[in-house]
Structure formats: C-alpha cells, structure tokens
T-cell receptor, first 117, second 113 residues
C-alpha cells in the first residue's frame, strides 16, 4: 500500500498565482484533512472531510478551498497565493470518523513544501 | 480553547542517557492524546494513543504515560536513530471538534553517539 501520497513535493509560486496540492490515499479512509506546519508553530488544521461530498473548515481555512468528490482524493486549492501561505502542507487520513469508539489515528503524507514569492 | 504545550523545545542526550519529554494539555474532555514522531523532511508517524489517566503504552525504548493534565514520553537508553521531533496532540470530546486534533510545537530530540 502506498498510504497517503502528496504531489508536488516542492512548489514555488508568485503572489497571486493559484495552484492545487494533490492528496490521494489508498486505505479506504473516510476522514481526510489538510494541515500546515510553520516554524515555531504546531500543525494547524486547514480543512477536513468526513466522506465524499462532505467538507468543513478547520482552524486556518482562509485562502484555501477543498472538495471531496471521491473517497481517495482530497485536493487543496490555493485561490490567490500570498507570502503568508509559504509553509509545509501535510495531508492526513484516518480510518475513524465517529470518534466514539476511539480517537482519530492519522496517517500523514510526506508533505508538500510551498514557497510564495 | 484546547492547548498543548511541549517541553523542552529541544533536548540533546548522549546515547544510553535516559530522559523524558513532557506534554501538558488543556482540553474540555479528552477523547485521546497522541504521540507522533517526525523525521526531517517527512510527515509525522504515529507512535501511541492514550485515552485515560493512568494508561501507559510501550514500544521498544519508548514509553508513554498519561495523567489528567500531562503526558510523558520516556526514552530509555536512547540510540542515535531515536533522534527526531516528537509531537503531542489531543482530541477533544466535543461534537463539533470530534475530528480536530490540536498539536503542540514539538520537542526536537538529538541523541549523540
């Protein structure tokens, strides 16, 4: 199994450009999420999805858009890139969405490093 | 608001020198506390989940413990390959936050041979 696959690994954008970070998982996980990781800060949740067609905002959603048309894919779109979006982005998925019988054990991708000039 | 504070920010050990990492948390009803390991340039890798005070879990040289206010990650006789950033996260027992984990900033552990 490949687990969680993110592309691209590295990307440089100019301010105002748009792009999509791709995330795919082959574990049939219902829950998928996007985090950003910045120096000196913990991982922060951007958006998440509990199944195809269902998405919701996390802690830092502004400037990002998501959709979930299939169980496997959860792309993150930057609508108009800003230098403040320079970060490392992680996609993560989980087998559990109910959180009743247990907590969400996340499987992370390798990350996508984005630089906005 | 859920909060997670990890200390120290960085820890340097000699091979074989045991120590502990701390994770203090504030959450309105804990559903689970997680420990992850993150190597440079890679995504976090799951280590442990703890659910209730008094619970302990072990894996090789690592042992995680949980109280009502904090968790410790004990590292016994560490080796250089244990060098990594260790992340702590909590999930609250709340309807709207069932799917959100709050992460600490991490502890960067370096084990010298």
């Amino acid at each position: 199994n490949a687990g969680v696959t993110q592309t691209p690994k590295f990307q440089v954008l100019k301010t105002g450009q748009s792009m999509t970070l791709q995330c795919a998982q082959d574990m049939n996980h219902e829950y998928m999420s996007w985090y950003r990781q910045d120096p000196g800060m913990g991982l922060r949740l951007i958006h998440y999805s509990v199944g195809a067609g269902i998405t919701d905002q996390g802690e830092v959603p502004n400037g990002y858009n998501v959709s979930r048309s299939t169980t496997e894919d959860f792309p993150l779109r930057l609508l108009s890139a800003a230098p403040s979006q320079t970060s490392v982005y992680f996609c993560a998925s989980s087998y559990s969405i109910m959180g009743i019988s247990g907590a969400n054990v996340l499987t992370f991708g390798a990350g996508s490093r984005l630089t906005v000039l | 608001e859920d909060q997670v504070t990890q200390s120290p920010e960085a820890l340097r050990l000699q091979e074989g020198e045991s120590s502990s990492l701390n994770c203090s948390y504030t959450v309105s009803g804990l559903r689970g506390l997680f420990w992850y390991r993150q190597d440079p340039g890679k995504g976090p890798e799951f280590l442990f989940t703890l659910y209730s005070a008094g619970e302990e879990k072990e894996k090789e040289r690592l042992k995680a413990t949980l109280t009502k206010k904090e968790s410790f990650l004990h590292i016994t006789a560490p080796k250089p390959e244990d060098s990594a950033t260790y992340l702590c996260a909590v999930q609250a027992r709340r309807g709207g936050s069932n799917y959100k984990l709050t992460f600490g900033k991490g502890t960067l552990l370096t084990v010298n041979p």
